[in-house]
């Protein structure tokens, strides 16, 4: 467990890292990193597998986790700073994995050309044997699927672009 902070621990910051490390062990997370309003920034590090997914009641933005063990830049701002005329991103509510389709097998929600309207299924998120279905909340075009099936998403990151109108 490692704090990167140049100023000394409370006991605030003690009881949180202990509330963080029991969060960690209940859901199976090996990695949470939390950076502060106030620029101090706590990592905290497991033994075992990258974890899949972070329940979204747990995943404020501060909490979520970075990928790959290395401490580099999340993925979710380096794709959001796509260039704004490929349209709007539809984006991932929550850390899971993403499913296109209703099922293995059967077509996919949508795909690039298709209509949707803000009560179109996008697709799914599973989160904890949760199957959720993501809403496209936008009337337009589907210009670009950005996810593929089985893929971990993080929160925030775009899923789809949409031409709107």
């Known amino acids: 467990m490692a704090k990167d902070s ?3 621990s409370s006991p605030y910051e003690l009881d949180r890292i202990r509330e963080l490390v029991a969060m960690m062990e209940k859901h199976g997370l090996t990695t949470v990193d939390l950076q502060g309003g106030d620029g101090t920034r ?4 497991r033994g075992g597998e990258q974890a899949a997914f972070v329940p979204q009641m747990m995943m404020p933005q501060a909490f979520a986790p970075q990928p790959g063990a290395a401490p580099a830049a999340p993925a979710a701002p380096a ?3 796509a260039p704004v ?3 709007l991103a539809i984006k991932s ?5 993403y499913y296109g389709s ?10 690039v050309g298709s209509k949707v309207t803000a009560a179109t299924t996008v697709c799914i998120i599973e989160a904890m044997k949760v199957f959720n ?3 496209a909340e936008v009337e337009g075009t589907i210009t670009e699927v950005l996810a593929k099936n089985g893929d971990t998403v993080e929160f925030g990151q775009p899923l789809f672009r949409v031409k709107i109108g």
Do not use: H, N, W, Y
């Not at 706590?42 to 590090?45: C, M, T, W």
């Not at 209703?102 to 795909?111: H, L, N, Q, R, Y």
């Open 93 to 97: 509510p929550t850390v899971g994995t």
């Open 133 to 135: 279905q993501i809403p």
């Open 85 to 87: 005329d490929e349209g």
């Open 79 to 81: 794709a959001a700073a």
């Open 42 to 45: 706590i990592r905290l590090r």
């Open 6 to 8: 140049g100023s000394g």
């Open 102 to 111: 209703p099922s293995p097998g059967e077509e996919p929600f949508v795909k």
